[in-house]
């Protein structure tokens, strides 16, 4: 039987909509068809909640209906990873961008654990365009608890949370109509921190210039339930020395990221590459932090020669 002999209404109510993203866009390629039924936006929304729960939200359904192609647009701007390289844009002075808006979700072992919209104001005034550019999801000693509970060994939860803990920030342009998610998907660090001893994940996304989006969850485990829960999340953009950009900046790059070529993630559980592109960063400036180590030591050292010398010299001066 050929695919042109089986009703609409079957394969599109009982076919397309078992379909993920990509299997749907390789099927809407193999007839005129298909192409017409895959391009029903219900179907692309239906994907869209299964990925992204965030993007029931209200202010994110009203911005994904502004794009050309409606969840479709929306789907095939986040789900591959951007390019390393970014792409120059230019805003259009008569509708510049003045708000951005944050969809984020968090899971693990694929159940959710925290979702959250956020719109952030990046009118660009003085302010904005010279201090350094932080997103945070929580208030300061908001805490979201969760279902994941741990017990035992810290090393062991470290590991777990490395390998089934997931995160997906997608940044939403609702003037320009362009969306890219800045999130390696996977952490690609996690450790203790041994003042506060919160364990610290970091999900990060690394340019061809080495300029890191990084995004920073905090997690604290209850004493006695073992119930972990989320204190932080938040979203900088840092260069190579690892200075928090400022909002011009900032806009710059993760502009620059939204019109980017995408890629496709070469492993089902993403995130390889992106933790490979995280080592040679913190490689590149472990580098460049010894490289200004050894010239501050010669500094230091031509300092302490040059007094020398003038301490003789003005004794040398005096006793003869």
Excluded at 86 to 92: A, D, E, I, N, R
Excluded at 161 to 186: G, Y
Excluded at 205 to 233: L, Q
Aim: aromatic share 8%.
């Amino acid at each position: 039987m050929a695919i042109a002999d089986i009703h609409q209404d079957i394969i599109k109510t009982h076919i397309l909509t078992r379909l993920d993203g990509q299997t749907l866009s390789a099927a809407a390629c193999v007839s005129l068809q298909l192409q017409s039924l895959c391009s029903d936006d219900k179907l692309w929304s239906g994907i869209c909640s299964a990925n992204w729960p965030s993007t029931d939200d209200p202010l994110v359904r009203q911005a994904i209906s502004n794009f050309p192609s409606g969840h479709r647009s929306f789907f095939s701007d986040s789900y591959p990873f951007p390019s390393h390289r970014l792409t120059t844009t230019t805003t259009s002075p008569s509708a510049p961008t003045s708000q951005i808006i944050s969809a984020v979700d968090l899971r693990y072992h694929d159940e959710l654990v925290f979702s959250k919209v956020e719109s952030t104001n990046i009118t660009h005034s003085d302010w904005f365009r010279s201090s350094p550019f932080r997103i945070d999801l929580l208030e300061p000693k908001e805490l979201v608890p969760s279902a994941v509970k741990f017990s035992g060994d810290d090393h062991v939860m470290q590991s777990n949370l490395e390998k089934h803990m997931t995160l997906s920030w997608i940044l939403i342009d609702p003037i320009q109509h362009r969306a890219v998610n800045l999130s390696s998907i996977k952490p690609v660090s996690v450790h203790r921190n041994w003042l506060t001893d919160d364990i610290e994940l970091t999900f990060a996304v690394v340019t061809a210039t080495y300029v890191k989006c990084n995004i920073e969850m905090t997690c604290g485990v209850k004493e006695g339930s073992g119930e972990v829960y989320v204190s932080g999340v938040s979203l900088t953009v840092q260069d190579v020395d690892g200075k928090c950009l400022n909002g011009k900046d900032s806009m710059v790059i993760l502009q620059g990221l939204a019109v980017a070529q995408r890629r496709s993630r070469k492993h089902s559980g993403g995130g390889e590459e992106e933790r490979d592109r995280y080592k040679e960063y913190i490689q590149r400036r472990r580098e460049r932090d010894e490289k200004t180590e050894r010239r501050e030591r010669r500094l230091d050292m031509a300092c302490v020669v040059s007094g020398v010398a003038f301490f003789v010299a003005f004794w040398s001066f005096a006793l003869f």
